[in-house]
């Protein structure tokens, strides 16, 4: 059974850097891409970055260029999001997920399997 399990989350003050951890399990993944995503209060949920099936290429949603870095390790079937300058508008629970190819993308439905999400919040 595929499972996805987000750790790392939790508060901390703008300004400030967190990093999220997400662990497979049942299966590998390193001919996978990885992605993240976030849904905030009220909103949709919404692409954050994806990591190519051996981590050489990442692409990222326009809000968190420059501030989230993607990274992978294949033998330990773990992903990570390293979140720096986090915002307030950063606040939301981030789910990792599994792409059925080995390239990345921004589209929800080229994800097969979802984590149960890690909750962040950014204070002022």
């Known amino acids: 059974q595929v499972q996805l399990v987000e750790s790392g989350g939790g508060s901390v003050q703008a300004g400030g850097s967190l990093r999220i951890s997400c662990a497979a399990s049942?299966?590998?993944?390193?001919?996978?891409?990885m992605g993240w995503f976030r849904q905030a209060p009220g909103k949709e949920r919404e692409f954050v970055g994806a990591i190519t099936w051996n981590g050489g290429m990442s692409l990222y949603g326009d809000p968190v260029k420059g501030r989230f870095t993607i990274s992978r390790d294949n033998a330990n079937n773990m992903v990570y999001l390293q979140m720096n300058s986090l915002q307030p508008e950063d606040t939301a629970v981030y789910y990792c997920a599994v792409n059925r190819h080995l390239y990345g993308s921004t589209r929800q439905e080229d994800y097969d399997y979802w984590g149960q999400g890690t909750q962040v919040t950014v204070s002022s």
């Open positions: 049942g299966r590998a993944f390193s001919w996978n891409a």
